[in-house]
């Protein structure tokens, strides 16, 4: 495997840091290749501005979705974003690993993808027809990747699960996993959690260690997460509803974009 792993957090002493590394050394071990975007210690700026579009003009409107489009064609994105493109595009497996902060991920990796997944890279406008409405949601540039989020959490597996006072981690995630994954092509796989953490003794270090090296020793066996993809006729075009009758009995919310067939 190809494995970009795109860290955020901000200590080296981390329970997070020290479970990327061992992973890390897990899989080099085993013949895979690894490049680690390490956020914070790279300093990643985490905001999109006017410094991010160098074709832009000095006087004209800051139009990000657009800029970024136009700035890709041209070969006019900042160094900084370049490099993780290109790590993208040599990734074969992308992992987002990060500590859940207040129901997301840390802002300097939503900065990432903010920078990153320009428009016209990660996504972009696609063909539009009665029956498609552009390249995305199952389908676009990351099309054939796997990806998958590793997340830390101090809350317990109960107050994550259904009834949980959290609500689902399924449902937490559900941006990340459908809206940016899913989005731009890539083979969503189930999140690995890791809960409790600041209470977590060595022997908790262990298993989750376990967790991780599990999930990457045993890829071929793990079912993928089947969400709807857009343009295969599950959903109205151009609404992007989904079709009426499709959903499971007292199905609703975002149940209803995983298909059970």
Request: proline fraction near 4%; include cysteine.
């Given at each position: ?6 860290f955020a957090h901000p200590e080296e002493k981390s329970f997070n840091k020290s ?56 070969k006019q994105l900042t160094p900084d974003v370049i490099a993780e493109m290109d ?27 903010d920078r990153v997944f320009a428009c016209g890279f990660a996504y972009g406008f ?136």
């Amino acid at each position: 495997m190809k494995v970009l792993v795109v860290f955020a957090h901000p200590e080296e002493k981390s329970f997070n840091k020290s479970l990327l590394d061992t992973y890390v050394e897990h899989l080099e071990a085993q013949g895979n290749e690894v490049k680690v975007s390490d956020l914070y210690k790279e300093n990643f700026k985490a905001v999109v501005d006017r410094d991010d579009f160098l074709n832009l003009e000095k006087d004209a409107r800051l139009k990000p979705a657009y800029d970024s489009y136009a700035a890709f064609a041209a070969k006019q994105l900042t160094p900084d974003v370049i490099a993780e493109m290109d790590k993208l595009i040599w990734a074969d497996t992308i992992v987002f690993h990060f500590p859940l902060w207040w129901f997301g991920m840390p802002a300097i990796l939503k900065g990432w993808v903010d920078r990153v997944f320009a428009c016209g890279f990660a996504y972009g406008f696609g063909e539009y027809s009665d029956t498609h409405f552009g390249d995305r949601y199952g389908e676009g540039t990351f099309t054939g990747k796997k990806a998958f989020v590793v997340t830390t959490c101090g809350g317990s597996k109960e107050q994550y699960s259904d009834r949980g006072i959290n609500g689902p981690i399924e449902n937490v995630l559900f941006t990340i996993n459908h809206g940016l994954f899913f989005y731009t092509g890539c083979e969503v796989f189930p999140p690995v959690v890791i809960y409790r953490t600041d209470g977590r003794r060595e022997e908790g270090f262990q298993e989750a260690v376990d967790l991780v090296k599990e999930r990457f020793d045993n890829f071929d066996s793990v079912k993928s997460i089947n969400y709807r993809k857009q343009n295969f006729g599950d959903y109205e075009i151009p609404s992007l509803r989904l079709k009426e009758g499709l959903e499971q009995p007292n199905e609703s919310g975002y149940d209803m974009h995983i298909t059970k067939n």
